[in-house]
């Protein structure tokens, strides 16, 4: 038997974010003690590092490379939040590749669940688990994973914030059905703390291709104004924090950005004094942790006796 590690990530295209990737991938390899390889899922940025001479693999090809390198067994790691569009994507690589191996090939892939994703029943090692999402969790030994990131978020957030003041934390948001799991962890976090937000830059009525600046289609923030609104006077100070596993475009531009319809350039519009802060999910290691452990699910998945395949 030989073992890996495939970690999957949209991509980097900044120091910063490289360098979280490099983060991620030395805390699996001291955890685990187990070679750890790369997948990319844009397929932009696969073209980017490529050009730069930088490994750049989609999840079929990694996978397709590390059984010609003799792997038998590889758990498959993405650093997703829910088990949306692009999670779906990279199970179906994940099978595309159990099937080039063949039904007598002892190569076997267990796929780990999103950060917020509730397990579902075990299956037989070999297979990909499933993402069912549902509350509450199915396994209940396991901690709920929606109430474990709601708490990680709320330790995320800045010890300079005063307790008076809201904080915002911008997701990326999605049209697939396990959107509701964003609904699910901003509940969660406003028990936790009243004023802490989770709002999303796409709602599950958006259609594809839609301008996301047309009032029809209103984005989270948006939906977020009038209680900010009738809680806060003007000048007071708002925290935007960026609910992403990188810092890259959506954080720079669309939280941050100096343009007109960046959410901090909105913020201010509406008078208050708004203190972003450009820190992803993968630069703090506690949520490091919380994909490490999905990825121990996965590991653990794979100790299962397989089932005759010839």
């Known amino acids: 038997m030989k073992r890996g590690i495939l970690l999957v990530a949209y991509g980097s295209g900044n120091m910063r974010g490289a360098a979280a990737l490099r983060a991620v991938q030395t805390a699996a390899e001291a955890r685990f003690g187990l070679p750890v390889r790369w997948a990319y899922t844009s397929e932009p940025m696969r073209l980017r590092l490529a050009k730069s001479r930088t490994k750049s693999d989609s999840v079929l090809k990694a996978l397709s490379r590390m059984r010609f390198e003799r792997y ?6 993405p650093l997703h939040l829910i088990p949306g569009d692009e999670f779906s994507a990279v199970a179906e690589d994940c099978s595309a590749a159990m099937a080039e191996a ?11 669940l999103p ?33 474990r990131t709601a708490a990680t978020l709320i330790s995320h957030i800045s010890p300079l914030r005063s307790p008076d003041e809201p904080v915002i934390y911008m997701a990326h948001g999605s049209r697939h059905s396990s959107e509701h799991l964003f609904r699910r962890l901003a509940g969660a976090v406003r028990a936790l703390d009243p004023l802490v937000h ?25 939906l977020l104004m009038p209680t900010l609104q009738q809680e806060f006077p003007a000048s007071h100070r708002i925290w935007l924090l960026p609910m992403l596993s990188l810092v890259g475009r959506h954080t720079l531009e669309d939280m941050a950005g100096a343009g007109p319809e960046s959410w901090k350039s909105r913020i201010e519009a509406a008078g208050w004094c708004c203190q972003p802060e450009l820190r992803g999910l993968a630069d703090d290691p506690a949520f490091i942790e919380l994909w490490l452990d999905r990825l121990q699910e996965a590991l653990d998945s794979l100790q299962a006796p397989a089932g005759a395949k010839c």
Not at 198 to 222: E, F, H, N, W
């Open 72 to 77: 038998t067994h590889v758990a498959v790691q």
């Open 102 to 112: 063949g039904p007598c090939s002892p190569f076997r892939v267990s796929l780990g």
């Open 198 to 222: 989770v709002a999303c830059m796409i709602g599950p009525d958006t259609p594809r291709g839609a301008d996301l600046d047309d009032p029809a289609y209103p984005d989270g923030l948006s």
């Open 115 to 147: 950060m917020l994703a509730c397990s579902g029943p075990s299956e037989s090692a070999g297979c990909l688990p499933e993402a069912c999402g549902n509350a509450p969790c199915a396994i209940p030994s396991r901690p709920d994973p929606v109430a």
